[in-house]
Nanobody
């Protein structure tokens, strides 16, 4: 599956963004999906996970209660709603297929989308 993340941008602290991950390929609906991020000078980290049917979601402690992951298998998309953004959320955000909750692991990593949060 090929993935393309979009929707990043620059916002002030407290603002919101909506990231989308568009997938091509017939097997998208069978994959667990994840969002990850990498800040400058830091390692890539897990952000959110959603199971293949959307029935299970998991979040990192740093985003729990602020970010919401969802998917639409009919449209081959996974969305990450970012609310109450903080400067420490600044990073390049990536989506990946075949994700595992809490781990930086997956396949078919797409190009990331930059999120910049100013104080």
């Amino acid at each position: 599956v090929q993935l393309q993340a979009s929707g990043g941008g620059s916002v002030q602290a407290g603002g919101s963004l909506r990231l989308s991950c568009a997938a091509s390929g017939r097997k998208f609906s069978s994959y667990d999906m994840g969002w990850f991020r990498q800040a400058p000078g830091k390692e890539r980290e897990f952000v959110a996970y959603i199971s293949w049917n959307g029935g299970t979601t998991r979040y990192s402690d740093s985003v729990k209660g602020r970010f919401i992951i969802s998917r639409d298998n009919g449209k081959n998309t996974v969305t990450l709603q970012l609310n109450s953004l903080k400067p420490e959320d600044t990073a390049v955000y990536y989506c990946a297929a075949d994700a595992t909750p809490g781990k930086v692991a997956g396949r078919d990593w797409g190009p990331g989308t930059q999120v910049t949060v100013s104080s």
